[in-house]
């Protein structure tokens, strides 16, 4: 009986309990169909297609798509806010939350008109906000338009509230040498560390992008602007919907980084460097860290002179096309297209491919350039890291143009690392050292790094050769100034041509003109000639400037030898360095005859006995050096017209290179040396690398 009243009670209980739930879910449903109503009554039955706008909105944002989201914006709204300055206001949005990836939830009805979207953002600096877009919309008959306001510009706002932050930069790390000194204690460190300071231009968007403020200093250039990721460590503040508080992050400092700076060796390039406005680079091959780089051994950009022999040399062992013992005919200069290159001096050299490597041997390095040709010479040089962003983003990329490959002329110059060929210090030193990790490109860091495999660029029958002939350069070659007592010094020695020729003047007889100059100082010859012609330059090899300032040797020239630079020839025409080639046809044909340091001309004038043609077809095409003047070349006739004065034999008008590793078999250190206007490489560049060695390999770094 009890038992029976006690469960009756409990069920009238339960009839209740229930009975109140289905007056809750009544109430329930007919909320949601109220808004379900509301919806038909705005939208005239196009709810799924508001709800569809709805969620294409937030997509289209999310992919910051601010076109397609303009696009479906009502007339009202576009009316009133420009696309220009819609686009504006969304990006600066963005900006502010630091937002990063966006992923899109369904879109559901509420009240008014409005439809709610759930976004999820994932920021840098905030973590990640789950808010929702509260969209009105409007429109009828299933083609719904968004009409826009604040909560429409990000997730997460209602009414008139605006985004805004608040910000708590982040203290800064400190750069420090590899032995923990900070950087800013070493003077001679001044060069690498750069500047710190308010960004602008790109860097501007890269560090609001990375959620600084606008004004927040940063690292402008050098190992400043390197590591700002890990100096400028990560910024803090609080994000607000108008006065609502959506999110907090507290700043996190930068890190002190430790650079692989050697203090002692970084010390001793820049002393060694002194006031040269040239660079030194010290690198570990093994690892690719740098220990020291003075000057500006990452920016400037030269010709490299004959140090490229050795990218020029690896294209020749690759395609087979000699090998060390291949012997060659003793010269003193070489002819491509009709031009002369000459070696340093009028000396003459010769013998097998490794000797002609050691003493830097123009006259047959500059055919062998020809012979290989423009594809094979780039893909030597592209294998050592031309044509390519450094791995070191603040340092310039060294080049090969295709463009300045064109002929046999160009060919050869390339070829001993004149014409249009630039490296740095730096990339020079990648060359040398993916010879001394036998055919490994290292990639060069001023980071802390473990020894690693670097990956194979070149075969390791190359690579061997070549390390045994840079040995060469240094036991007996152009390099013995980098020679150490007891320890096998591996090298290149490098002389690139800056020269300034003197102007040119008018002869006896014969007429000459200029067409425009070039400035001076301009690295490498690279004024074009007046005529249709390449412009011949007189090559440089590794102890001074060389050139031939006779007009012996015309060709086709009936009547003997052509003049000396200054006068005018009594016939024939001369093909030395920088003269004019002779005319091809009547019975007195005479050329422009000139120096070594000639300037260009144009092609001469038919004369009433002898024709002259354009460019290398025969006619008077003068020739010209890097920086000198394009002078018109005379006309044919009995007498040819001039070429230029004697040329300069001032051997501070070269760039001297030097680029070396240490000890040969087993290399622990590379150097290369770049000293603008200083000399023969192996006079003045080899020797301050030597003293460089010797520092690193008895007390280390």
């Not at 919806?39 to 944002?61: K, M, Q, T």
């Not at 041509?497 to 100082?521: H, K, L, R, W, Y």
């Amino acid at each position: 009986m009890n038992g029976g009243r006690g469960i009756g009670k409990r069920s009238a209980a339960h009839a209740r309990r229930a009975t109140r739930r289905g007056w809750a879910a009544a109430g329930s449903a007919l909320l949601a169909a109220a808004v379900a109503l509301a919806a038909f009554g705005v939208f005239g039955g196009g709810a799924p297609a508001a709800a569809a706008l709805a969620e294409s909105y937030a997509h289209d944002w999310a992919l910051h798509d601010w076109t397609a989201l303009y696009a479906n914006l009502d007339s009202r709204s576009q009316s009133a806010l420009p696309l220009a300055r819609f686009v504006s206001i969304e990006r600066q949005d963005v900006a502010l939350a630091t937002a990063t990836r966006v992923s899109v939830g369904a879109a559901s009805a509420a009240a008014g008109g409005r439809y709610n979207v759930s976004v999820r953002v994932r920021t840098r600096i905030f973590g990640t906000l789950d808010e929702r877009f509260t969209l009105t919309l409007t429109g009828h008959s299933g083609s719904p338009k968004i009409h826009w306001n604040w909560p429409a510009s990000f997730p997460g706002l209602g009414g008139a509230e605006r985004l805004r932050r608040a910000d708590t930069a982040p203290a800064r790390g400190v750069l420090l040498a590899r032995d923990g000194t900070p950087l800013s204690q070493l003077p001679s460190a001044s060069n690498l560390i750069g500047d710190v300071g308010p960004a602008s231009g790109s860097l501007l968007q890269r560090s609001v992008a990375a959620g600084f403020a606008p004004g927040t200093p940063v690292g402008l250039d050098g190992l400043e602007h390197l590591f700002q990721q890990e100096l400028g460590g990560t910024p803090g503040g609080s994000l607000y919907a108008g006065n609502r508080l959506l999110a907090s992050a507290a700043p996190r400092a930068g890190a002190n980084v430790r650079t692989s700076i050697s203090p002692a060796l970084q010390a001793l390039a820049v002393v060694e460097l002194g006031t040269s406005l040239g660079g030194i680079v010290v690198m570990e091959p093994s690892t690719g860290e740098l220990l020291a780089a003075a000057g500006a051994p990452l920016s400037e950009l030269q010709p490299p002179g004959s140090t490229f022999k050795i990218v020029t040399l690896t294209g020749v062992l690759e395609a087979h096309l000699s090998k060390a013992h291949t012997v060659y005919p003793y010269a003193s200069s070489t002819v491509l297209d009709g031009f002369t290159l000459h070696d340093s001096n009028g000396e003459s050299c010769g013998g097998t491919l490794a000797n002609a490597f050691a003493v830097s041997c123009n006259s047959v390095f500059a055919p062998l350039g020809a012979r290989l040709g423009a594809s094979r010479m780039l893909a030597a040089a592209r294998a050592y890291g031309f044509d390519a962003p450094s791995p070191i983003s603040i340092a310039a990329e060294s080049t090969v143009p295709p463009s300045s490959l064109t002929d046999d002329l160009q060919l050869g110059e390339s070829a001993i690392g004149q014409a249009q060929v630039l490296a740095s210090p730096l990339q020079m030193a990648r060359v040398a050292a993916t010879i001394a990790l036998v055919g490994r490109r290292p990639v060069p860091t001023f980071a802390i790094v473990a020894p690693r495999r670097f990956p194979r660029v070149l075969p390791v029958s190359v690579a061997r050769t070549i390390r045994a002939l840079m040995r060469d350069v240094v036991s007996y070659g152009t390099g013995t100034g980098a020679q150490i007592p007891g320890v096998v010094v591996a090298g290149k020695t490098g002389t690139a041509d800056v020269i300034t020729p003197p102007p040119c003047s008018t002869g006896a007889t014969g007429a000459s003109g200029a067409s425009g100059t070039t400035a001076a100082g301009t690295p490498l010859a690279a004024a074009a000639s007046a005529s249709s012609g390449p412009l011949a330059r007189a090559a440089a090899n590794d102890t001074g400037a060389s050139s031939d300032p006779s007009g012996t040797g015309g060709v086709n020239a009936p009547t003997g030898a052509g003049s000396t630079g200054g006068a005018g020839g009594p016939g024939g025409g001369s093909t030395s360095a920088g003269s004019g080639a002779g005319g091809t046809s009547g019975p007195t044909t005479g050329g422009g005859s000139g120096s070594a340091a000639g300037s260009s001309g144009a092609s001469g004038a038919a004369s009433p006995s002898g024709s002259s043609g354009a460019g290398r077809s025969g006619g008077a095409t003068g020739t010209g050096r890097a920086t000198g003047s394009n002078g018109a070349s005379g006309s044919n006739g009995a007498t040819g017209a001039t070429g230029c004065a004697a040329f300069d034999t001032n051997p501070y008008d070269t760039d001297a290179w030097f680029v070396a590793f240490a000890p040969e078999t087993h290399p622990r250190f590379v150097v290369a040396v770049l000293l603008p206007h200083d000399g023969a490489g192996g006079t003045t560049a080899a020797p301050l690398a030597k003293a460089i060695l010797e520092q690193a390999l008895s007390r280390g770094t």
